[in-house]
């Protein structure tokens, strides 16, 4: 079946703009969790969705940073005001509960 | 906190065998990931370890120790393709914290 899909795959933004993000996770899959990776890094948790539980937002780095979960199943992220240290590669994943996540392509997103 | 460490390359030849280690010290534990992740890719799964001791899957091993908070990737029969980012992820209940993964390289 199909996996996790992100859009768009690249965004260039101008510093002070706002970006949305989207991930559409696997069919079915109750758990979706938002990643941001930096050149070179590990991948940074920033909010986990599962079900109808009140989301896990303790990673977002700044009331900046935001994101929904719209009907159980398609998710946006969405940072305002962008600043240069956004600029990271935004990776979305879905699991079925607990178990082992899958990843989407990404976004890449550079701020100018 | 959480506090991954692994190292941050390795090299090895084409049909040889590398292990990654990776040590950890995490707030919570209910086991631990390993992912794979080549050069501009998402990272996809490779194994899961909950118990004590080893988890074979064909070329790829996984080794888990509760009690010393340490874990080992085992690479067998090295491919090309297996040049890649190979990530350590301890978990706690949902939530995975990921180390800057150790960078393979694969010679011919």
């Known amino acids: 079946g199909a996996g996790v899909s992100q859009s768009p795959s690249n965004k260039v933004t101008e510093k002070g703009k706002d970006v949305e993000l989207r991930c559409d996770p696997i069919s079915g899959h109750t758990a979706l969790y938002w990643y941001r990776q930096s050149l070179g890094q590990g991948l940074e948790f920033l909010i986990y969705f599962q079900g109808n539980s009140a989301p896990d937002k303790s990673g977002l780095p700044s009331d900046r940073f935001s994101a929904e979960r719209t009907g159980g199943s398609v998710s946006t992220l969405t940072i305002q005001r962008t600043q240069q240290e956004d600029s990271a590669v935004y990776l979305c994943?879905?699991?079925?509960?607990?178990?082992?996540?899958?990843f989407g392509p990404g976004t890449r997103l550079t701020v100018t | 906190g959480q506090n991954i460490d692994q190292p941050t390359e390795m090299t090895a030849t084409e049909g040889a065998i590398v292990q990654i280690n990776c040590t950890y010290q995490?707030?919570?534990?209910?086991?631990l990931f390993w992912y794979q992740q080549h050069a501009g890719e998402a990272p996809t799964f490779l194994s899961y370890?909950?118990?004590?001791g080893l988890e074979e899957k064909g070329r790829f091993s996984s080794f888990l120790s509760r009690s010393k908070g340490y874990s080992y990737l085992l690479l067998k029969e090295l491919q090309m393709k297996d040049s890649a980012s190979y990530l350590c992820?301890?978990?706690?209940?949902?939530?995975?914290?990921f180390g800057a993964g150790t960078t393979v390289t694969v010679r011919a």
């Open positions: 995490t707030s919570g534990f209910n086991g």
């Open positions: 994943a879905s699991s079925n509960g607990r178990r082992e996540q899958y």
């Open positions: 992820a301890p978990t706690n209940d949902y939530k995975l914290s």
């Open positions: 370890n909950v118990l004590d």
